[in-house]
């Protein structure tokens, strides 16, 4: 009998974490009908034919071909619910920047000069919210009911940062530095207080990532200052087109500023559990630190790199030299990796030394 409820509790352990297969399921299924949600047509392809292929080579030898398909769709929303409708799709093999539709596929239209609808992008909601789903899901698992202080803290945190862009886009760059400085400060208290509460840890987790950070990027911007940011092209910078000097710092500071504070409050959690005295309490933080420091630093060096890794493939294969491709296309990725670097470090004595003095303090206090 014990046995036999051993293998039923098993077998209910296992079947859970199917549940976000299940919620991908359900919500991508869902989101093929929610088009009357947008204001936008929408149309689903019923039928699909390709008319036309046109053979295509580049001065590099680069060899592609464009196909036009003719299809057939139906429109899912708007006061001409149902209307047939007869388009045109243009794609290349590469795909880089159109790509084949297929029956059952839904595409957001819009109206040309003669009135007369055209494509104007592919729905992809469907995948996206799929995986929004199985993710929330994968955490509840995981967090249980830590979760909703963790989703209200990713909430708050967009709130800030889509208000911030709000008044960035208002000001015309004039205050982008000052502000997603004051951005990245929010940040770290809206996560430290929802994530560790309202303590002196808390203090400790935010004073030691604000600090980390702000001397990390200003450490970055001598060294910059000095050698005059040679070998750095700054106007590789995607999609800026004035200040990218400012940008790429701001970069930066968002990015670097996830991996610092996980370091942190790692390290300031561990503190305040001890009872050791002072100067044990910063060793062993100053442990702890060397052994998170290595596997953050190659974290983030992959992210940073890997936002790259496409076009760096692309000048490769058009023959230009490695040292040229690293240089103008990985150059920055390399520095940022190396900036954050400097906040990693420098993160393990700052929240150390403030840990074990805040844990004494405390303990004197409730003493």
């Known amino acids: 009998m014990t046995r036999s409820s051993g293998k039923i509790t098993l077998v209910k352990g296992l079947l859970k974490w199917l549940w976000p297969l299940v919620a991908f399921a359900l919500v991508f ?14 149309a689903r392809v019923t039928a699909a034919k390709t008319i036309k292929t046109v053979a295509q080579t580049d001065n590099f030898e680069n060899h592609d071909h464009v196909d036009t398909q003719a299809l057939t769709a139906k429109l899912l929303n708007t006061k001409n619910r149902g209307q047939i409708l007869h388009l045109r799709n243009t794609y290349s093999f590469s795909g880089a920047e159109d790509a084949k539709l297929g029956v059952g596929s839904q595409v957001f239209l819009s109206k040309n000069a003669a009135n007369h609808f055209t494509i104007s992008g592919i ?23 830590h979760l909703w202080l963790t989703l209200a803290s990713l909430g708050a945190n967009a709130i800030v940062f889509i208000l911030a862009l709000h008044v960035e886009i208002a000001s015309h760059q004039v205050l982008a530095f000052c502000l997603f400085s004051l951005v990245a400060i929010a940040f770290a208290v809206i996560t430290t207080l929802f994530v ?17 950070t702000g001397l990390g990027v200003a450490l970055g911007y001598a060294i910059f200052t000095v050698t005059n940011y040679r070998g750095l092209h ?18 930066i500071i968002i990015g670097s500023l996830g991996a610092v504070l996980d370091e942190s409050s790692d390290i300031a959690v561990a503190i305040f559990q001890l009872q050791d005295g002072a100067k044990a309490r910063f060793q062993a933080g100053m442990a702890i630190g060397r052994n998170v ?19 760096a493939v692309l ?10 491709t690293v240089s103008w296309v990985m150059g920055l990725g390399f520095a940022q990796s190396l900036i954050s670097a400097f906040g990693i470090v420098l993160a393990i004595p700052l929240t150390s030394g403030l840990a074990a003095l805040a844990a004494g303090v405390e303990r004197r206090r409730t003493a």
């Open 196 to 212: 560790v509460g309202f303590k002196p840890l808390a203090v400790v987790v935010s004073l030691a990532t604000i600090l980390a």
């Open 234 to 251: 700054l106007e590789t910078v995607n999609y800026v087109t004035q200040a990218p000097q400012l940008l790429f710092f701001v970069q």
């Open 315 to 324: 000048w490769l294969r058009n023959d230009n030299a490695i040292a040229t």
């Open 123 to 145: 729905k992809r909601d469907a995948i996206l919210l799929g995986l929004v789903a199985a993710t929330v899901v994968l955490l509840g698992l995981i967090m249980k009911k």
């Open 293 to 311: 420091m290595g596997p953050l630093i190659a974290v983030l060096f992959m992210i940073f790199i890997a936002g790259t890794f496409n076009e």
């Open 29 to 42: 299924v869902g989101a093929q009908f929610d088009a009357d949600l947008y204001q936008k047509p929408i």
